[in-house]
């Protein structure tokens, strides 16, 4: 094979080692991007489950000033218990206040126990989500592990030609001296 036959597939080989590198740098990319995607939806995520946790500290405060109120319905009985003479007329209407409370309470109960469901479902779909972001990531790290062997690998062999091309640079230079003292001679 001729030098220049041999230097046309060389070149043809190097293009296709930068082709493919092309390719595979914007596949590198294109990863980048996803993973910055997900990253992004981790952070909704963390807002909304934030939201949460502030919504059930509201709850917590309305829990709270029911109490209290409880409290100060105490007190008037308490007071109700000392004017006797209105105590006929006062316990009737403490008994319906008093069902009115429990079944608040009740409801209270009720519309706790649904926000614990609904929070239970949330972090269960947060937990399902965070698995699924795991193994995607996870699969993302090592198709870029992949690439980056194979890069190394094609720059591996890119050094090798290189090599091999300058010794050849170097033979022919020295055929051509030799051709070219011989000529002398004659």
């Known amino acids: 094979m001729d030098s220049e036959k041999f230097q046309e ?3 043809q080989q190097l293009r296709v080692l930068t082709e493919n590198q092309k390719k595979f740098t914007e596949g590198q990319q294109q990863l980048t991007e996803k993973v ?3 990253t992004e939806g981790q952070g909704l995520l963390a807002e909304k489950v934030g939201s949460l946790t502030e919504g059930q500290g509201l709850l ?3 829990v709270g000033s029911l109490t209290e109120g409880q409290g100060l319905l105490t007190e008037k009985v308490s007071s109700l218990t000392e004017g006797q003479g209105l105590l006929t007329e006062k316990v009737g209407s403490l008994t319906e206040g008093q069902g009115l409370l429990t079944e608040k309470v009740g409801s209270l109960t009720e519309g706790q ?3 614990e469901e609904r929070l239970t479902r949330l972090e269960n779909i947060v937990i399902r989500i965070e698995n699924d972001h795991g193994r995607k990531l ?6 870029y592990h992949h690439n980056a062997e194979i890069l190394d690998d094609h720059t591996e062999r890119l050094t ?3 090599s091999k091309i300058t010794a050849h640079d170097i033979q022919i230079s ?3 001296k030799t051709k070219s003292n011989k ?3 004659k």
Do not use: Y
């Open 36 to 38: 910055g995607s997900l």
């Open 138 to 143: 996870g699969a993302l790290l090592d198709g």
């Open 113 to 115: 126990m649904r926000l």
């Open 160 to 162: 090798r030609i290189e």
């Open 183 to 185: 000529r002398k001679v």
């Open 174 to 176: 020295i055929l051509d």
């Open 9 to 11: 597939l060389v070149l």
């Open 60 to 62: 917590a405060e309305k």
